[in-house]
């Protein structure tokens, strides 16, 4: 009877020391682990936007469209902007010949003697001999702004990424200036973990990162920075310039979330990203981060994997 008590109460009292040993560790790596569900994977957006006014006359893209930097994403109508180039042209060409009488007049009046020409026509043919080269060159001014517009009438990408959210149609009057699609930098991804900023102490640049996707897809990276500055809605500042002070405190004080910037370490093949996403990011430390940074050294002799 007595060894049938002990062995129940040691069983119990094992139990708990478990429970307890569980709770601590469990507790531990929810309070004090630097990691956050609250992830977003991020991407730089160029707006496309044409630097000449006219109809679109051609969209060889489609939404969604991954496209190389120098890729052809809209045409602009041609017409009105080749009959300015062509009418630039004429008028290089007529002030040039300007120029070139006006030079003649001056080596003509120069050779002539002082009976004939007096100084002050010499110098005078000498100012429209220049102010004929001014003018021939602002002509060669516009005629290359005239080229540069018809140029431009081709509007191509300037990164490699995806076209997202293409309004435009062909037959639309673009204006110069105004977006009309936009281009998801491809090359440009990146994590920004929003911590607890109870976390911050733990968190060091350049520490290894995992990060798991809402998909499943599971990524590895680095801090790179970290914000230094976020929004404060309890000091707003008042229409005088004035700290706007709220009179109220809320006892119950929550914890402010600063964004971290994670870099990706090269993604693996069959991972979509896509700017928006929602993961979870962890912060590895301790053995954790020396297991990481040796498994993600590149072995003796052998390249490390190229960028994505």
């Not at 007049?105 to 220049?130: G, I, M, P």
């Not at 990481?292 to 994505?308: D, L, M």
């Amino acid at each position: 009877m007595f060894i049938r008590n002990f062995f129940r109460v040691l069983a119990t009292v094992l139990i708990a020391i478990a429970a307890i040993v569980i709770g601590q560790a469990l507790w531990h790596n929810y309070e004090d682990r630097p990691w956050t569900r609250d992830g977003r994977v991020r991407a730089y957006v160029l707006n496309i936007a044409p630097d000449v006014s006219g109809a679109v006359t051609g969209l060889p893209v489609h939404d969604n469209q991954w496209v190389k930097r120098g890729d052809v994403l809209m045409q602009i109508d041609r017409s009105h902007y080749q009959i300015a180039l062509e009418q630039a042209e004429a008028a290089v060409a007529e002030k040039k010949s300007v120029w070139a009488l006006r030079v003649a007049d001056a080596r003509r009046r120069a050779d002539l003697d002082n009976l004939v020409v007096s100084a002050e026509q010499r110098e005078n043919s000498t100012l429209e001999a220049q102010s004929a080269y001014a003018d021939y060159q602002a002509a060669q001014a516009q005629r290359a702004a005239a080229q540069l517009n018809l140029d431009r009438t081709t509007v191509r990408s300037p990164i490699n990424g995806y076209v997202t959210n293409l309004q435009v149609q062909t037959g639309d009057y673009a204006i110069a200036g105004s977006a009309r699609l936009a281009v998801i930098d491809s090359d440009s991804f990146w994590v920004y973990g929003y911590f607890e900023e109870t976390k911050l102490p733990a968190i060091k640049i350049g520490a290894p990162v995992r990060i798991e996707l809402m998909s499943g897809a599971r990524l590895t990276g680095h801090v790179e920075s970290i914000a230094r500055g976020i929004y404060d809605r309890d000091n707003p500042q008042s229409r005088d310039l004035t700290a706007d002070v709220n009179p109220t405190f809320n006892w119950v004080r929550l914890a402010q979330r600063v964004p971290v910037r994670i870099r990706l370490d090269p993604v693996p093949d069959g991972v979509l990203l896509a700017s928006g996403q929602t993961c979870t990011v962890i912060v590895q430390t301790g053995a954790e981060a020396d297991r990481a940074a040796a498994n993600n050294a590149p072995a003796s002799g052998a390249a490390s994997a190229p960028a994505r």
